[in-house]
């Protein structure tokens, strides 16, 4: 039988717990230094793999200590190695085009855009080992902390319960009966995920941002995120967030409002998905707005609360995709003109096909778009064909511009 082979994020979390442990018997710092080179050199003489180095165990216990680590200028390589000595694992992803592993994600979008459900879809699907929104592939399984102050508990566990993440599974919160709002630097909170995903619903909660025009609160926020990455062992973070009072009525998708008010918040991310609600359907638009690590640029893709016959996937614990990556378009292609004449040319002519077609209304819907190379939802097929007022299709293809 194959030993199993510790990560150095579970090595370095027994010499936190062992420096903490100095730090509350108020121990001085030169004893919990003692300990953390007893123990690394105890791991080594037994040649356990992966176990961290006597800098990096002091730099961990300089940082419970509040202490600051200082390298000694004769040793200044230490501080700033070659990037080839430099052994790190390739870029890992955990739900393909969606969450990579180390990386910071945030999803944007107006109340009601469904983040919060798209997140426990997610959530569920990661894991389940299931395809998230039925259709991107799960690649690593992880656990997952979901940290959400801004609902009630109750109304929580009755919006993952049809996703199955009660009983059984590793899906932790915050304890509602606690009187402790654990921040970003907390001891507890750096234990709690390490090892795990963190789900922030909303960021704002723990950033506590004061001037979000300027830089420094939000270089201070995203250093207490990455070093929730990369000294305490964080998988992943995603942030759920509200797009910019522009962004928020806009018909279109512009990361810059979408991305909250500083250049810097846009620019510390690793990857932005921006959410938005079409108006008069059941779809949920989805745009990549920032991609560090994936290559496909103007990635677009919809979601879907309802199904075909209207009934609610949310309450089967699903929140599949219903335009493909490819097929979704940009979100402008979805919004009607609202100058009174409509935007899609040869409406008439649709509708009056669409009368024809045997079947519900995604059945005519894929024949409307396969006979005049359009891509028009169930919804808004069936919204055509419950109109009473006649329609001048002459007037309609004079005006319009786009299918």
């Given at each position: 039988?194959?030993?199993?082979?510790?990560p150095k994020e579970r090595w370095l979390q027994e010499l936190k717990w062992?420096?903490?442990?100095?730090?509350?018997?108020?121990?001085?710092?030169?004893?919990?230094?003692?300990?953390?080179?007893?123990?690394?050199?105890?791991?080594?003489?037994?040649?356990?793999?992966?176990?961290?180095?006597?800098?990096?165990?002091?730099?961990?216990?300089?940082?419970?200590?509040?202490?600051?680590?200082?390298?000694?200028?004769?040793?200044?390589?230490?501080?700033?190695?070659?990037?080839?000595?430099?052994?790190?694992?390739?870029?890992?992803?955990?739900?393909?085009?969606?969450?990579?592993?180390?990386?910071?994600?945030?999803?944007?979008?107006?109340?009601?855009?469904?983040?919060?459900?798209?997140?426990?879809?997610?959530?569920?699907?990661?894991?389940?080992?299931?395809?998230?929104?039925?259709?991107?592939?799960?690649?690593?399984?992880?656990?997952?902390?979901?940290?959400?102050?801004?609902?009630?508990?109750?109304?929580?566990?009755?919006?993952?319960?049809?996703?199955?993440?009660?009983?059984?599974?590793?899906?932790?919160?915050?304890?509602?009966?606690?009187?402790?709002?654990?921040?970003?630097?907390?001891?507890?909170?750096?234990?709690?995920?390490?090892?795990?995903?963190?789900?922030?619903?909303?960021?704002?909660?723990?950033?506590?941002?004061?001037?979000?025009?300027?830089?420094?609160?939000?270089?201070?926020?995203?250093?207490?995120?990455?070093?929730?990455?990369?000294?305490?062992?964080?998988?992943?973070?995603?942030?759920?967030?509200?797009?910019?009072?522009?962004?928020?009525?806009?018909?279109?998708?512009?990361?810059?409002?979408?991305?909250?008010?500083?250049?810097?918040?846009?620019?510390?991310?690793?990857?932005?998905?921006?959410?938005?609600?079409?108006?008069?359907?059941?779809?949920?638009?989805?745009?990549?707005?920032?991609?560090?690590?994936?290559?496909?640029?103007?990635?677009?893709?919809?979601?879907?609360?309802?199904?075909?016959?209207?009934?609610?996937?949310?309450?089967?614990?699903?929140?599949?995709?219903?335009?493909?990556?490819?097929?979704?378009?940009?979100?402008?292609?979805?919004?009607?003109?609202?100058?009174?004449?409509?935007?899609?040319?040869?409406?008439?002519?649709?509708?009056?096909?669409?009368?024809?077609?045997e079947g519900s209304w995604s059945d005519k819907a894929k024949a409307v778009?396969?006979?005049?190379?359009?891509?028009?939802?169930?919804?808004?097929?069936?919204?055509?064909?419950?109109?009473?007022?006649?329609?001048?299709?002459?007037?309609?293809?004079?005006?319009?511009?786009?299918?």
């Amino acid at each position: 039988m194959e030993p199993i082979t510790i990560p150095k994020e579970r090595w370095l979390q027994e010499l936190k717990w062992q420096i903490e442990a100095c730090l509350n018997n108020r121990k001085p710092y030169s004893e919990a230094a003692a300990v953390v080179r007893a123990e690394i050199k105890r791991w080594e003489e037994n040649k356990e793999p992966n176990t961290p180095s006597e800098k990096e165990g002091l730099q961990l216990a300089c940082m419970v200590y509040g202490i600051p680590y200082v390298i000694d200028p004769d040793n200044w390589e230490d501080a700033f190695p070659k990037v080839g000595d430099c052994e790190l694992p390739k870029p890992e992803k955990i739900v393909d085009e969606l969450l990579l592993k180390g990386c910071i994600h945030v999803w944007a979008g107006m109340f009601e855009s469904f983040k919060t459900m798209a997140a426990i879809e997610v959530c569920a699907a990661i894991i389940d080992n299931r395809p998230a929104f039925d259709y991107f592939k799960v690649i690593t399984q992880y656990p997952i902390t979901y940290l959400c102050p801004d609902m009630s508990p109750e109304l929580f566990q009755e919006y993952i319960a049809p996703f199955g993440l009660m009983a059984g599974k590793d899906f932790r919160w915050q304890s509602p009966s606690s009187e402790v709002f654990y921040t970003l630097d907390s001891p507890v909170l750096e234990r709690a995920v390490a090892g795990r995903i963190l789900v922030l619903d909303t960021m704002l909660d723990y950033a506590q941002i004061q001037k979000a025009f300027e830089s420094n609160e939000w270089i201070q926020f995203f250093k207490k995120l990455r070093r929730l990455i990369n000294v305490c062992g964080c998988m992943a973070t995603i942030m759920l967030v509200h797009p910019t009072k522009s962004g928020a009525r806009s018909n279109t998708i512009d990361p810059s409002e979408y991305l909250k008010d500083s250049v810097t918040f846009g620019g510390k991310i690793d990857v932005g998905l921006a959410f938005s609600k079409l108006e008069g359907t059941s779809q949920v638009f989805v745009q990549r707005i920032k991609g560090r690590g994936f290559k496909q640029q103007q990635f677009t893709f919809t979601i879907a609360y309802l199904d075909d016959e209207g009934n609610s996937n949310l309450d089967r614990g699903r929140f599949p995709v219903y335009l493909k990556p490819g097929d979704a378009g940009k979100k402008q292609d979805h919004i009607e003109n609202k100058g009174g004449r409509p935007k899609a040319p040869n409406k008439q002519k649709k509708i009056d096909f669409a009368k024809t077609v045997e079947g519900s209304w995604s059945d005519k819907a894929k024949a409307v778009n396969e006979e005049f190379g359009s891509k028009h939802d169930r919804n808004t097929i069936g919204k055509w064909l419950k109109e009473t007022s006649p329609f001048d299709s002459d007037e309609g293809e004079a005006t319009d511009d786009a299918a």
